[in-house]
């Protein structure tokens, strides 16, 4: 009798419970028989916190370069799609939420020496080195701005050139092409695109890209920003990553702030960064399988 009463009493209990929701309660009682059944998605989800823990930056990974970077991890794996992906990102807490803010810092000088357009927006490569984007940004410091040159490079978007200065001059860009040189004398002979802006129309820096045997090429006339959208999508997902929501800049010294910046192209971006365009590889991993290749073939 008792044994009734209390069946009836859960019966009561459960139709409360349905009707407050409100789900089925055939719906209810599914849950209450697999809710301790493991997850079948516990094993990615601890593989996407393990890439994530990996790097400082990778919190920001969207569900592309999250499903790249499992696929790299262990590339006998069976990995989901896309999709599958993003819906285990969203219930773990991973989501990311991009916070861009652009500003332009392109002075022109119309009465400057112009030189051609050699890339016309075609900003793919077949080779190393052999087409490049130039362009400054700026971040505030709490002793004024820091100034960022980097040179990208169209194959793979490695960064063979990078240099900063408190001052926005033509040495800054000069500086940034020597280093480039230094580091990769295969740069010889390359393209490098850049704007308008009064750096890259200046003697020095003509008299640099000569030294070092590099064609130049810039913006159409009326400097339109997307004759360098790829230059400026690299600065805006550098300070995503690195900037937005994770420092605050007028905190810190230009020296705190070159190092962080170093760090983040010269360590991260070229070795270890993700990148959908290059088929889920970091730069240097895509270059060095395309030299292995010609070695293969020779």
């Known amino acids: 009798m008792n044994e009734r009463r209390t069946a009836t009493g859960e019966g009561e209990r459960s139709r409360f419970y ?12 599914c849950f209450l028989k697999r809710r301790n059944t493991p997850w079948k998605y516990e094993d990615i ?60 810092i392109t002075k022109t000088d119309k009465n400057a020496r112009k030189s051609d357009d050699l890339l016309k927006r075609d900003f793919r490569s077949e080779k ?14 709490k002793v004024g701005k820091l100034y960022v040159s980097a040179i990208f490079d169209c194959f793979d978007l490695g960064v063979p050139g ?3 200065a408190d001052k926005m001059r033509a040495d ?8 480039a040189h230094k580091a990769f004398p295969g740069i010889e002979k390359a ?12 003697a020095v ?17 009326g400097g339109r920003c997307h004759d360098n959208a790829r230059c400026e ?9 690195l900037l937005y929501g994770r420092y605050d800049t007028k905190k810190m010294t230009i020296s705190e702030r070159k190092t962080l910046i170093w760090r983040y192209f010269i360590i991260y971006w070229n070795n270890r960064r993700i990148c959908t365009a290059n088929g889920g590889l970091p730069p240097m991993v895509m270059g060095q399988q395309y030299y292995d290749s010609l070695g293969q073939d020779a």
């Open 45 to 104: 989800a601890d593989k996407m916190c393990a890439v994530v823990a990996e790097e400082e930056w990778n919190d920001t990974y969207g569900r592309s370069r999250m499903h790249d970077a499992l696929k790299l991890k262990d590339p006998e794996a069976d990995i989901p799609g896309e999709r599958t992906v993003y819906r285990i990102m969203e219930r773990i807490g991973l989501r990311h939420r991009p916070q861009r803010k652009p500003n332009g």
């Open 128 to 141: 190393p080195l052999q087409k490049c984007i130039t362009d400054i940004t700026d971040i505030p410091t």
């Open 162 to 164: 990078l240099s900063m």
């Open 233 to 241: 999508a690299m600065w805006a997902r550098m300070k995503e990553e």
């Open 172 to 179: 800054l860009c000069v500086s940034t092409v020597e280093n």
């Open 191 to 202: 393209i490098l695109h850049s704007d308008r802006g009064s750096q890259y129309t200046g």
């Open 18 to 29: 349905c009707s407050v929701l409100p789900v089925s309660r055939q719906g209810f009682y």
């Open 205 to 221: 820096y003509r008299a640099a890209l000569a030294r070092c045997g590099i064609v130049q090429s810039m913006n159409s006339d």
